[in-house]
């Protein structure tokens, strides 16, 4: 609250640590989020034959550290985390506890570093390119959902992740953070109507 008003926060990002984390889903079979699409210009993975025990326990650990990496702060570490190689400050590990996901990921370092790098700078430059436009997209979506619910939106912070994505559309990837496909974010009129769902379910 300011002054007794309710305030908003929406942070909007192509962050590098979650594009890598989606780039080593996609090269190392990683199903889950089911819901969530695959990303573009991302090569097929290579067949491999793991059991299905083993397929369940990278699963398990990719979902830890896709948690981790994507709100932080909701989900500590129980242990320390530290930094692999390869991946300069993009990935971080629970000590002892990822030693299947670290296996699976050491051969595709450079590969998704680079992609990550790239997809944030075109992220960016896009940004740059229409100041203001990304604050009025979600100032309209609060004030249209003001009008229909006749109050002032609720204190919210969510956060948005821009990414390329191969199906257009709206996601939830945490309890405050949506993904949203970087084609959709960049219409207008569409953004607003794929946005306005989300908006309403937190103010």
């Keep these: 609250m300011t ?7 929406i942070r909007e990002d192509a962050a590098q640590s979650v594009l890598v984390a989606l780039y080593l889903r996609q090269v190392i079979g990683i199903r889950a989020p089911e819901e969530l699409p695959a990303l573009r210009r991302v090569p097929t993975p290579l067949t491999v034959s793991r059991s299905d025990d083993a ?8 979902r830890e550290y896709w948690a981790m990496t994507v709100e ?3 989900h500590p570490s129980p242990v320390p985390l530290e930094l692999i190689d390869g991946f300069d400050t993009l990935v971080t590990l629970p000590e002892g506890r990822a030693e299947a996901l670290r296996a699976a990921i050491d051969d595709h370092a450079d590969d998704a570093v680079e992609f990550a790098r ?3 700078d075109r992220y960016s430059r896009e940004a740059a390119a229409r100041p203001g436009v990304s604050y009025r997209a979600y100032a309209s979506a609060i ?4 009008r229909i619910v006749g109050r002032r939106a609720h204190s919210f912070e969510l956060n948005v992740q821009v990414l390329p994505l191969a199906q257009r559309g709206v996601w939830w990837i945490g309890s405050l953070t949506v993904a949203v496909t970087d084609g959709l974010r960049g219409d207008v009129a569409a953004f607003d109507t794929a946005i306005h769902p989300i908006i309403a379910e937190l103010a």
């Excluded at 397929?55 to 990719?62: F, G, H, N, S």
């Excluded at 004030?143 to 003001?146: D, K, P």
């Design 118 to 120: 790239l997809s944030h």
């Design 72 to 74: 932080p702060q909701a």
């Design 55 to 62: 397929q369940a326990r990278l699963e398990r650990e990719w």
């Design 143 to 146: 004030a249209a959902h003001e």
């Design 3 to 9: 002054g007794g008003q309710p305030e908003w926060v």
